[in-house]
């Protein structure tokens, strides 16, 4: 089985979502809503998490986790709009286990 072959389950913290799209207009709350649902209800290929630097920009510490950029595309993450840190990630082997994800932002 080849990296592009592997899924993560996600579950965002709602508390985070919901900061995350505070003050979205119509467009990118849809564009954003969209993509939760596809993330949520299909997973996220591995080859679409990046490493996360050991200690982020801010002092605070990554070891261990990886970002997720959305919505999920051919573009480059720079071209994403939204940025997750995603910690407890692991591959998953049952659809129902999940891996929790909060807000960081774009670098």
């Known amino acids: 089985m080849t990296s592009a072959a592997r899924w993560l389950a996600v579950r965002f913290e709602e508390t985070v979502w919901q900061e995350a799209i505070r003050g979205f207009s119509r467009e990118p709350l849809q564009i954003a809503m969209s993509a939760r649902r596809v993330a949520e209800r299909h997973g996220i290929a591995l080859a679409d998490v ?21 919505p999920v595309g051919d573009g480059p993450p720079s071209e994403r ?3 997750f840190v995603a910690s407890g990630i692991r591959q998953r082997t049952k659809p129902t286990e999940i ?3 909060r807000q960081a932002p774009v670098p």
């Open 50 to 70: 990046y490493p996360c630097e050991a200690i982020g920009s801010d002092g605070t510490q990554l070891v261990g986790c990886a970002k997720l950029y959305l």
């Open 81 to 83: 709009p939204m940025a």
């Open 99 to 101: 891996a929790q994800h």
